[in-house]
C-alpha cells in the first residue's frame, strides 16, 4: 500500500513538471491549473526547483533562482544563500 519505502529509507520527492512551470508556479505567475494554490504549495515546488537544477549541476541556474525566490518569499530558509 502506499509508497513502499524500505526500513531506514527517507521518502524522497521529485519535480515533475517542467522547469519553467515550476519557476513560474513558484514566482505565483502561474497556477498550474490549481485552484487553491497557497503561499506553502508555491514554496515547496520552489524548493524542489531549486534541488532539481543542483541534482542536474546546473548550480549558476540554481543560484539565479535562489535568489529570485528569496527576494519573492523573504524569511523563507530554503531559499537563504549559504
Known amino acids: 500500500m502506499g509508497i513502499g ?3 531506514n529509507q527517507k521518502p524522497r520527492f521529485r519535480l515533475t513538471i517542467p522547469i519553467e512551470d515550476a519557476f513560474a508556479f513558484a514566482t505565483g505567475d502561474f497556477d498550474l491549473e490549481c485552484s487553491e ?3 506553502g504549495m508555491r514554496r515547496l515546488v520552489g524548493a524542489l526547483l531549486i534541488d ?3 541534482y542536474g549541476e546546473h548550480w549558476r541556474v540554481a543560484a539565479e533562482v535562489r ?3 528569496a527576494e519573492r518569499w523573504p524569511g523563507c530558509s530554503s531559499f537563504q544563500s549559504g
Open 5 to 7: 519505502l524500505m526500513q
Open 67 to 69: 535568489a529570485c525566490l
Open 52 to 54: 532539481s537544477l543542483e
Open 37 to 39: 494554490a497557497t503561499d
